[in-house]
Each structure stands twice: as structure tokens, then as C-alpha cells.
């Protein structure tokens, strides 16, 4: 999962995208990119969180009315700062993007590009390949008046091309600007738009919040197999491109997103108290005693805080979270140290001693951290603890652009409540039933028909994804462990 950015304005955009890419830093901290336009293309991308990668030097630098930002969280590739994005071409014309999602058919298209248009790909990052063949389509106008429809054309290319999950914001140097969501509209992006004496200026982002920031106004989402061009005038031109049925992700709402951001017109803290009050129900119906409901921060909070209001329960903060710690901390070669819960976590024991406790958490993905926090409250004194989580069972990879990707990652998979909560620790686990989980999300927008939820139900949406996939993918992420445990990352 990323975070994208796209500013097309009338004056210098690097404090605007600066602040913006602050806000859109929870998608991805392991790197992060902006690159500028000003007749020629400016660029600085490096590893690590926003705020240690721009310094006023290369800010000075980053010149140009024209923007793209992007802050990255590795899926393929050994998230080397060689696959860090933006990316940019000289030809034709000289085009930059930056994308959020996950390309299902990277290899071959790579291989494909080499082999037919003699291009070489030289990173692990899916934009690269996107790029080469949106440019490889209008290469072919070049010479020719430059239209909408010549933009339309070749995202219909890439559509017919590439396989996945991807939204994507890419520049054509003095040309405009364009932005479109794949055919599914699996991972989010909305436009805004601003007037500055008179002259209008637009913006693309993964999530509302840095629209929010950048002051842009009237946001809109992109339509799934839409594109929005700005042409040089600034003037917009929208195409709905590919139908196919729209599938947004749901975990986006549940775990990924800002809580003051709006996707696909649903915001994402109104879903989460929907998840709250639906969960309450549930427990109230196991029986279980309870003395405090504490969240596991930051994300469980507005759902428990639900929880505990409809059950009339007492709320506690507990479990306080070290707001410094951030992947920096792991230090290259520091390979003895284990990314340890109780780095970010501590417990305040006044809270547990002799307690009944309802934990919350979004989600159960690997076990291990929930396990980790129920040994920490344990030995804060806790009676009992129950560990609510309001998602369902998580079983199956995501090959979307979540980092969940092999099948033995989750504890829910081919076991039982009871079971999980043995493994864990629990004396019970409660779980968020599916149906529920998915009217929650959907109470915020009920055009919506279905979203995509392959994670908790093994069938996705692109209907491309096949066992031989699934292991490919398995096999890949095993090396990139393996490199990165060998590069003590
Ligand atoms: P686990 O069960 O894997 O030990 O940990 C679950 C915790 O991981 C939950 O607190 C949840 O907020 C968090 N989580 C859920 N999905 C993801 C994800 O895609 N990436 C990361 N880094 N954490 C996640
Ligand atoms: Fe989102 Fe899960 Fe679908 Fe991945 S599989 S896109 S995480 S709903
Ligand atoms: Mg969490």
C-alpha cells in the first residue's frame, strides 16, 4: 500500500505537496518521493519517512508549478530506494509517474517490454512498467495534435495490459496531467479542485485528508476504469474508459485510512463507529463480564470507544503507544534486536490489576502482536481478557497492495475462535461477523454494491488470480525476507 499525490497548479507546489505528503505518510514509511516540473523534471526520492528525506536544500531545489508525490510501503521488491518512486521518461515528450496498488502481471510485462519494445525495466517497482506502456501507446502521436482522446487511449492500453490494483497519477510534460483508477477502482483516488485569482488549479490524492491540506475543494473520487485528464489550459476532461464491477477495498476503511478521510464517498471514522456499535451487539450476546474496554492504538480507538458506550462500559486508554518509534528505529545491521512490542507498547498496570478486559483491535492478521499485547496485560495483572476484533477472520493473501500476502501469515486460517484464542493467549476471541462487517462499511455509501474482500473470503474480484499466482507471489516475498533479514534490515 501507498500513498499518491498529483498537483497541477499556478504557482510553486513543493510547500503544498510537502505538507500534504505529511498526511498521507501512514500509507507507506519506507520511502518516499517528490518530483517537480518547471520545463524540465526535478527529483529527490530516499528511504525512510518524509521528514528525514527533504531537507531545505533539496527543497530549494524541487522547483515548478507541477507536482507528484509518493510515500511507499513495500509489496515486491526489497523496497531498495532504486524502486522508490516517483519515476519519470525523457520520451516521448518526457513523462513522470507514481502509483498505489499492485501489479499482478509485472514479471511478464517486464519481460514483454524487453522483449517486443527493446525497453529495459530497470527497478521491481510496478510504475516503472506502467509507465513504459502508457508511453510506448503515445509515442505514436507524437508527431500528431495532442487530444484527450490520445490519453484516453492509451490508459485503455494500460487497462487491457496490466493485471491488478493500481491508481495512478502521471504527468506528460507540457501537456497536462492525468489521473485513473483500475477497472475494479480496487485502491482509492479522488481529485479536488481550487481557484486562485480566477485561474484554477487541481490536485490528485490517494485519500481526502491531503486534498484537505493542500486547500482543495469540491472532491470528487475517481470513477473505477476512469481517467481525468487536465489538459495545458486547464481544462478537464473525464472518461469512463473500462466497465467492470467497482470493488474498493474494505480494509482501506478498516485499518488503512485516515480516520478523517473520506473514500469512495464513505468516511472512514463514521465506518469505524458503525464496526464498534455492530461488534457491541455480538459481545453483549457472548455473555462475557467486563470491567474495561481498552483499544489497542491507534486504529481500534473509535470503534471501542463504541463499544464501550453502547455496553455501558467503562473506557480506558491502557495501553500507551510510543509515538517515536517509526521504521528508523531498526537500524541496518542492528540484526539482534527483534521489532519488539514492547518498543511501541507499555501498559498501565492500574488499569488491568484484577481486571476483566475487553481488548480491541481492527484486525488479527498474523497472531503475533496480539499475542505479544495479551502476555503484556497479563502481566499488568489482568483477570480475564478478551480479545475483540471488529473484521472477520482474516484467511487469504491480499495481491492487491496489502502486505498480507502468504497464505501461512494468518492464525485464522482452518482454525476456530477457541483455537485462535488458545494460540494467543485469550480466554476468548471475539470476531466481527463478515455480513456485519461489510453493512457497516457500506452504510456510508449504498450505491455501493459489494466491495473487494478477498482477504477474508479467498475470492477476488479481477477473477485472475490463480493458485500458480498465489505461489509466485508466495515464493517472492520469501526471497525478499530472506535478503532482507541477509541485509539485517
Ligand atoms: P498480528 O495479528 O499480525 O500480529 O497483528 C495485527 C495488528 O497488525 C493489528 O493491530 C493491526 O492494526 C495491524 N495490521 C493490520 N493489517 C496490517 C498491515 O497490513 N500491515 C501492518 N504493518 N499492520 C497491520
Ligand atoms: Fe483490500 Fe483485502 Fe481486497 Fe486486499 S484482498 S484489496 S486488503 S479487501
Ligand atoms: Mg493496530
Known amino acids: 500500500m501507498c500513498g499518491v499525490l498529483g498537483v497541477y497548479d499556478n504557482e510553486e507546489v513543493i510547500g503544498k505537496i510537502y505538507d500534504a505528503m505529511l498526511t498521507i505518510q501512514h500509507r507507506g514509511q519506507d520511502s518516499a518521493g517528490i518530483l517537480t516540473y518547471d520545463g524540465k523534471y526535478h527529483l529527490k526520492k530516499g528511504n525512510g519517512l518524509v521528514r528525514d528525506i527533504f531537507d531545505q536544500q533539496n527543497?530549494?531545489?524541487?522547483?515548478?508549478?507541477?507536482?507528484?508525490?509518493?510515500?511507499?510501503?513495500?509489496?515486491?521488491?526489497?523496497?531498495?530506494?532504486?524502486?522508490?518512486?516517483?519515476?519519470?521518461?525523457?520520451?516521448?515528450?518526457?513523462?513522470?509517474?507514481?502509483?498505489?496498488?499492485?501489479?499482478?502481471?509485472?514479471?511478464?510485462?517486464?519481460?514483454?517490454?524487453?522483449?517486443?519494445?527493446?525497453?529495459?525495466?530497470?527497478?521491481?517497482?510496478?510504475?516503472?512498467?506502467?509507465?513504459?506502456?502508457?508511453?510506448?501507446?503515445?509515442?505514436?502521436?507524437?508527431?500528431?495534435?495532442?487530444?484527450?482522446?490520445?490519453?484516453?487511449?492509451?490508459?485503455?492500453?494500460?487497462?487491457?495490459?496490466?493485471?491488478?490494483?493500481?491508481?495512478?497519477?502521471?504527468?506528460?510534460?507540457?501537456?497536462?496531467?492525468?489521473?485513473?483508477?483500475?477497472?475494479?477502482?480496487?485502491?482509492?483516488?479522488?481529485?479536488?479542485?481550487?481557484?486562485?485569482?480566477?485561474?484554477?488549479?487541481?490536485?490528485?490524492?490517494?485519500?481526502?485528508?491531503?486534498?484537505?491540506?493542500?486547500?482543495?475543494?469540491?472532491?470528487?473520487?475517481?470513477?473505477?476504469?476512469?481517467?481525468?485528464?487536465?489538459?495545458?489550459?486547464?481544462?478537464?476532461?473525464?472518461?469512463?474508459?473500462?466497465?467492470?464491477?467497482?470493488?474498493?477495498?474494505?480494509?482501506?476503511?478498516?485499518?488503512?485510512?485516515?480516520?478523517?478521510?473520506?473514500?469512495?464517498?464513505?468516511?472512514?471514522?463514521?465506518?469505524?463507529?458503525?464496526?464498534?456499535?455492530?461488534?457491541?451487539?455480538?459481545?453483549?450476546?457472548?455473555?462475557?463480564?467486563?470491567?474495561?474496554?481498552?483499544?489497542?492504538?491507534?486504529?481500534?480507538?473509535?470503534?471501542?470507544?463504541?463499544?464501550?458506550?453502547?455496553?455501558?462500559?467503562?473506557?480506558?486508554?491502557?495501553?500507551?503507544?510510543?509515538?517515536?518509534?517509526?521504521?528508523?528505529?531498526?537500524?541496518?545491521?542492528?540484526?539482534i534486536r527483534k521489532k519488539s512490542i514492547t518498543q511501541k507498547l507499555n501498559p498501565i498496570g492500574d488499569v488491568f490489576i484484577g481486571k476483566n478486559v475487553l481488548l480491541v483491535d481492527d484486525s488479527i492478521v498474523r497472531g503475533n502482536t496480539s499475542a505479544a499485547i495479551i502476555q503484556m496485560v497479563r502481566n499488568a495483572g489482568a483477570e480475564r481478557i478478551y480479545f475483540a476484533s471488529y473484521s472477520a477472520p482474516l484467511t487469504n493473501p491480499c495481491v492487491y497492495g496489502i502486505d498480507m500476502q502468504t497464505k501461512g501469515e494468518f492464525i485464522a486460517t482452518n482454525s476456530t475462535p477457541e483455537q485462535i484464542a488458545a494460540k494467543i493467549g485469550a480466554d476468548k476471541v471475539i470476531y466481527q461477523d463478515l455480513k456485519e462487517m461489510e453493512q457497516a462499511v457500506r452504510q456510508g455509501n449504498k450505491k455501493i454494491k459489494t466491495f473487494c474482500k478477498a482477504c477474508f473470503t479467498g475470492v477476488y474480484p479481477t477473477h485472475d488470480v490463480s493458485r500458480k499466482l498465489l505461489e509466485r507471489i508466495e515464493e517472492e516475498r520469501d526471497i525478499n525476507k530472506a535478503n532482507q533479514i541477509a541485509a539485517g534490515i
Open 59 to 335: 527543497i530549494a531545489r524541487l522547483k515548478g508549478h507541477v507536482g507528484i508525490g509518493h510515500t511507499r510501503y513495500p509489496t515486491v521488491g526489497e523496497g531498495s530506494v532504486e524502486d522508490a518512486q516517483p519515476f519519470w521518461i525523457n520520451y516521448p515528450f518526457g513523462i513522470a509517474a507514481a502509483h498505489n496498488g499492485n501489479v499482478t502481471n509485472f514479471s511478464e510485462l517486464k519481460k514483454e517490454l524487453f522483449e517486443k519494445s527493446h525497453k529495459i525495466i530497470n527497478s521491481n517497482c510496478d510504475i516503472e512498467v506502467i509507465l513504459n506502456i502508457f508511453a510506448g501507446y503515445i509515442e505514436k502521436y507524437r508527431t500528431k495534435e495532442f487530444t484527450p482522446e490520445i490519453v484516453f487511449n492509451a490508459v485503455r492500453y494500460v487497462y487491457k495490459k496490466v493485471k491488478g490494483s493500481y491508481s495512478v497519477v502521471l504527468h506528460i510534460a507540457d501537456k497536462g496531467m492525468v489521473a485513473f483508477r483500475d477497472p475494479y477502482g480496487l485502491r482509492p483516488l479522488l481529485f479536488g479542485e481550487k481557484k486562485d485569482k480566477l485561474l484554477p488549479a487541481f490536485a490528485f490524492a490517494s485519500e481526502s485528508v491531503a486534498l484537505d491540506a493542500m486547500g482543495f475543494k469540491d472532491i470528487k473520487d475517481i470513477d473505477s476504469g476512469s481517467a481525468v485528464f487536465i489538459d495545458k489550459a486547464k481544462r478537464v476532461h473525464i472518461k469512463k474508459i473500462m466497465t467492470k464491477p467497482f470493488r474498493p477495498c474494505i480494509f482501506e476503511y478498516i485499518y488503512f485510512a485516515r480516520p478523517d478521510s473520506f473514500l469512495n464517498g464513505i468516511n472512514v471514522d463514521k465506518t469505524r463507529v458503525e464496526l464498534g456499535c455492530r461488534l457491541a451487539k455480538k459481545i453483549k450476546k457472548s455473555g462475557v463480564e467486563i470491567d474495561v474496554v481498552v483499544p489497542v492504538p491507534d486504529s481500534a480507538r473509535t470503534a471501542a470507544i463504541e463499544i464501550a458506550r453502547r455496553l455501558k462500559l467503562k473506557y480506558r486508554e491502557g495501553l500507551v503507544k510510543n509515538r517515536y518509534i517509526g521504521r528508523t528505529f531498526i537500524m541496518p545491521g542492528d540484526k
